[in-house]
C-alpha cells in the first residue's frame, strides 16, 4: 500500500463528524508517531530509564 493509499485509509477511518481542525492534527500525531516507531526499529532513541533520568532533570 502507498503511502498515499494508507493515509486515504486512515481518513476514511475517522468518524463522519470529524472536522478539519481535527483531521489535521490526528495526520501529524500519525506522522510523528509512525517516524519514532521507524526510530525505534533501528534503534535510535533511549531506554526508559533514560527517559526518567531526562524528565527528572527537565522538570527540575
Known amino acids: 500500500m502507498s503511502t498515499k493509499e494508507a493515509m486515504i485509509a486512515f481518513i476514511r477511518s475517522l468518524p463522519e463528524d470529524v472536522t478539519p481542525q481535527d483531521v489535521a492534527e490526528?495526520?501529524?500525531f500519525k506522522v510523528?508517531?509512525?517516524?519514532?516507531?521507524r526510530q525505534s526499529e533501528r534503534g535510535e532513541g533511549?531506554?526508559?530509564?533514560?527517559?526518567?533520568?531526562?524528565?527528572t532533570q527537565w522538570l527540575s
Do not use: P, T
Request: charged share 45%; hydrophobic share 40%.
Open 26 to 28: 490526528k495526520i501529524a
Open 32 to 37: 510523528q508517531l509512525d517516524e519514532a516507531l
Open 46 to 55: 533511549i531506554d526508559h530509564e533514560e527517559f526518567k533520568k531526562r524528565m
